[in-house]
């Protein structure tokens, strides 16, 4: 199976991964992926994701060959590059600006292929951010998430799990950068202290060039005072790397609200869950 888009997968995948997850992090699998091989395709420039595909991959036993993702960008067809890593490799874990790559790869595959960054979504990172938020809040699937900013590929990729999880998502942003249009699991706002009020989870991204602006710093960065608005035990969880005092001011990172780099432990057990998930490996 592959992994492209969180808006493939279903509630109860969702749930897999989570299970497994925690599996790994309780049981001894250092031989569950013995023998098997991975071709990584990622910028020198990539830390967490990459760090922990590479590291958890060799935990579980099993090895990998890193590429950069420029690799896929020659005058070969994919449909030839895929079919012939395929002979000596169980599976490729791509980070790339172009999903379209991916789509395409994916569709002469007989190996799985999982989306490690595109510029549409970055699935593993928000279902190791929920699942992490599962961990510490079991009513979880209760709370109101809301996310400061405008549509990127980590917003998206929240309003689509919260779509397939039905959790209650709130954007707040400027008019234009809205992800949508109302719906069920979904609103858009452009005023940012009344949603505050209502927030259990408050998510931010970095700011595009063209929002990296004191009108807009001042209008829609995550103070300290601001987090103050927010419902008891609140947390903030800014998706790294984040810019201080810019998206999220420092004074906020420093408080009780961060979720801190603790938090981003539980990624490399997701991202392994993921691997036995599209290879089909169960533990028990």
């Known amino acids: 199976m592959n992994l492209l888009s969180i808006d493939d997968m279903s509630e109860r995948q969702v749930n897999e991964i989570f299970t497994l997850a925690t599996k790994i992090k309780n049981q001894n699998t250092s031989h569950v992926l013995k023998g098997k091989h991975f071709v990584l395709f990622f910028p020198e420039s990539s830390l967490r994701t990459r760090i922990t595909f590479e590291k958890g991959i060799k935990d579980l036993g099993g090895e990998t060959t890193l590429f950069p993702p420029e690799t896929l960008d020659k005058r070969e067809e994919l449909k030839d590059v895929i079919q012939y890593l395929s002979n000596w490799s169980d599976g490729v874990i791509i980070r790339h600006a172009d999903f379209s ?13 999982i989306n490690a960054m595109t510029s549409e979504s970055h699935p593993c ?19 109101v998430f809301t996310f400061v900013g405008p549509k990127s590929n980590i917003s998206r990729t929240w309003k689509s799990i919260a779509e397939i999880m039905d959790l209650r998502f709130h954007q707040v942003c400027m008019q234009g950068f809205e992800l949508g249009t109302d719906s069920r699991n979904y609103s858009f706002h452009t005023e940012l202290e009344p949603i505050l009020k209502i927030s259990d989870i408050v998510l931010t991204d970095s700011l595009p ?3 990296r602006t004191q009108i807009y710093i001042d209008q829609f960065q995550i103070t300290l005072e601001r987090m103050n608005l927010a419902k008891e035990h609140a947390m903030l969880n ?10 999220v001011s420092n004074e906020a990172l420093s408080s009780s609200y961060f979720v801190g780099y603790e938090f981003k432990k539980n990624l490399i057990y997701v991202q392994q869950a993921i691997i036995l998930f599209c290879l089909g490996i169960v533990i028990d």
């Not at 990172?125 to 709370?143: A, G, H, P, T, W």
């Not at 800014?238 to 998206?247: D, G, I, K, M, S």
């Open 238 to 247: 800014p998706c790294p790397p984040f810019y201080r005092n810019e998206e």
């Open 125 to 143: 990172e928000i279902l190791s951010d929920l699942y992490s938020i599962s961990q510490v809040r079991e009513n979880y699937k209760d709370l």
């Open 209 to 211: 060039n063209e929002l």
């Open 101 to 113: 790559k991916l789509q395409d790869i994916s569709t002469y595959s007989n190996i799985p292929i």
